[in-house]
């Protein structure tokens, strides 16, 4: 599960960025779901029932069935969009799944530039 091995992966954590896993369902279907996943760890979980979050961010535009993509957004500690990527629409291939070597190498440099600007 994407979640999990970002929680889990030594160069993401290295980044000491917070991960939050948005999405419209409950956080109930979200815990039946990891539950059956063998997942117990449900920190930075977040429902975003009626989408409100992803549509402040504005990722609601590559909806698939009224239901966010997969969408990787890093936000600044003023709330700026910094770097956003989507990856679950079909336009942008269709992908449920980014390696977290991937996200690391997009990401590292928008953290640099934050940290370097600090």
Same mark, same amino acid.
């Given at each position: 599960?994407q @979640?999990?091995?970002?929680?889990?992966?030594?160069?993401?954590?290295?980044?000491?960025?917070?991960?939050?896993?948005?999405?419209?369902?409950?956080?109930?279907?979200?815990?039946? /779901?990891? =539950?059956?996943? !063998?997942?117990?760890?449900?920190?930075?979980?977040?429902?975003? /029932? !009626?989408?409100r &979050?992803?549509?402040k961010?504005?990722?609601?535009?590559? /909806?698939? !069935?009224?239901?966010? !993509?997969?969408?990787? @957004?890093?936000?600044?500690?003023? +709330?700026? &969009?910094?770097?956003?990527?989507?990856? +679950? #629409?079909?336009e942008?291939? +269709?992908i449920?799944?980014?390696?977290?070597?991937?996200i690391? =190498?997009? &990401?590292a440099?928008?953290?640099s530039e934050? =940290? /370097? #600007?600090?």
């Amino acid at each position: 599960m994407q @979640v999990v091995d970002l929680q889990e992966d030594q160069d993401f954590q290295r980044l000491n960025v917070e991960l939050l896993s948005i999405s419209p369902d409950s956080l109930e279907d979200w815990r039946e /779901a990891g =539950r059956e996943m !063998g997942i117990e760890n449900f920190d930075g979980v977040v429902s975003d /029932a !009626g989408n409100r &979050v992803a549509t402040k961010y504005d990722v609601m535009q590559w /909806a698939v !069935g009224g239901e966010p !993509g997969h969408t990787f @957004v890093l936000v600044d500690e003023s +709330g700026e &969009v910094t770097w956003l990527q989507d990856y +679950g #629409a079909i336009e942008n291939g +269709g992908i449920m799944y980014v390696a977290p070597e991937e996200i690391v =190498r997009l &990401v590292a440099p928008h953290v640099s530039e934050a =940290r /370097a #600007a600090e």
